[in-house]
């Protein structure tokens, strides 16, 4: 490869090629180094533009759980401020399990729980907000059940009733499907991650509000403006660049694309008997559908699929091979074993018509052969459904 080219140019670059071609350190002075400085840079504006932000206010990370992390810890460890955080029970463990680490340290932390279909109410979050709260985090939309949170109004109340108090939203399963607004929700950190817009795994990025000061999580180098030491995953940071610069341009239409085949699929699968649909009927993730089947196993039901050649998932996807039932599922009120015959499936815009029509006869050929052989179910449909909550639905 001939030296300098043109990488920072806003045409140029994919992952594959800067792991092919371009091995430069965006750390270093010679010509290659700065060349991959401007492919960062590149892939920096196209993070930005797709969060409604300014360049400088996106800092790169590993995943989303490292950008929720610095956001939290930052958020909380500034000197002189309060000890109480505020959640919601029906966030992902990156987030869950860096609250419960910052209570071992001596936080209070109020977890607002969600109604039946995943809403978390705005009056709660006023009732819960304190003189001494330093954070309030919450995700935009839930990875199991896809509601849609109320963060523009989450970040008013926030701000008018603790004006010191930080707002994390985490918005990697908005990302690249529903707008993201951070002026407009008040919002002072957003999570996102690239492997949920087929960028590769292992890369995310953390806006954080012009301003605001916080501290690292990692000390080393210096790199990203202090906020994340250690030498960029380069190839990684391209990926999600291109990856967003591509959703950012067809976002509109293949979200109404999406949507189409999700309403499809949620009719198809609601036919099954003693079938529900978890999550918001309408202020849902365009992609996301949900379900209960009652009297089914969830894994029987996921391995039984795989088998079929289709990949979905029973709780978070995200958190290790868990056999426990969702604890999303269970916080909306689920019983313990209904909560276990769940499944929740991804669509994005690579997916067709046909796939789903495959999926929904797939799904209602392997919920009955696990049905006929279930002692449960016999009981069943002598009686009635298990799930009073859903009689109406
Ligand atoms: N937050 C949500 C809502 C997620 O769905 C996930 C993972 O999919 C994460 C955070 C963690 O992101 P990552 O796997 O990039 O660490």
């Not at 605001?212 to 030491?229: F, H, K, N």
Request: charged share 25%; glycine share 10%; aromatic share 6%.
């Amino acid at each position: 490869t001939r030296w300098p080219r043109d990488w920072s140019s806003d045409v140029c670059s994919s992952d594959l090629q800067v792991m092919t071609e371009q091995f430069g350190n965006p750390s270093s002075v010679h010509k290659m180094g700065i060349e991959a400085s401007g492919i960062v840079e590149t892939a920096r504006r196209h993070v930005a533009a797709i969060l409604n932000a300014e360049p400088s206010e996106i800092t790169f990370t590993s995943c989303g759980t490292e950008a929720t992390n610095t956001a939290i810890f930052g958020a909380c460890r500034r000197r002189g401020q309060g000890k109480h955080i505020i959640t919601t029970a029906i966030e992902h463990a990156a987030t869950l399990n860096t609250v419960h680490k910052l209570e071992q340290e001596g936080f209070e932390v109020t977890y607002l729980q969600p109604d039946a279909d995943g809403h978390i109410s705005v009056s709660d979050l006023r009732e819960a907000i304190r003189p001494d709260t330093v954070l309030l985090t919450c995700m935009l939309a839930n990875n199991e059940v896809g509601t849609v949170l109320p963060v523009k109004e989450f970040g008013k109340i926030l701000k008018k009733k603790a004006p010191k108090a930080l707002f994390h939203i985490d918005a990697v399963q908005g990302l690249a499907r529903l707008p993201i607004k951070p002026k407009l929700w008040n919002a002072d950190f957003i999570s996102v991650s690239g492997h949920k817009i087929g960028a590769p795994k292992g890369i995310g990025a953390l806006y954080i509000k012009k301003g605001t000061r916080i501290a690292p999580l990692m000390y080393g180098g210096g790199q990203e403006r202090g906020l994340r030491s250690g030498t960029e995953n380069v190839a990684g940071i391209v990926g999600l660049g291109e990856a967003i610069r591509y959703a950012d341009e067809n976002m509109e239409k293949n979200m109404a694309y999406v949507k189409g085949l999700r309403d499809r699929l949620i009719e198809g699968v609601l036919k099954i008997p003693y079938t529900h649909l978890t999550g918001d009927p309408v202020n849902r993730l365009p992609g996301t559908a949900s379900f209960v089947f009652e009297a089914i196993e969830g894994e029987g039901l996921i391995l039984r699929l795989d088998n079929a050649g289709v990949c979905g998932s029973t709780g978070s996807a995200c958190s290790t091979g868990s056999l426990d039932p969702s604890h999303v599922l269970m916080a909306i009120g689920l019983p313990h074993e209904i909560a276990h015959g769940s499944k929740h499936k991804k669509l994005g815009e690579q997916n067709t018509e046909e796939d789903v029509d495959y999926l929904i006869e797939k799904i209602t050929y392997v919920v009955k052969t696990l049905r006929d052989m279930s002692p449960v179910w016999d009981e069943m449909i002598s009686g009635q459904p298990m799930l009073k909550m859903f009689d109406n639905k």
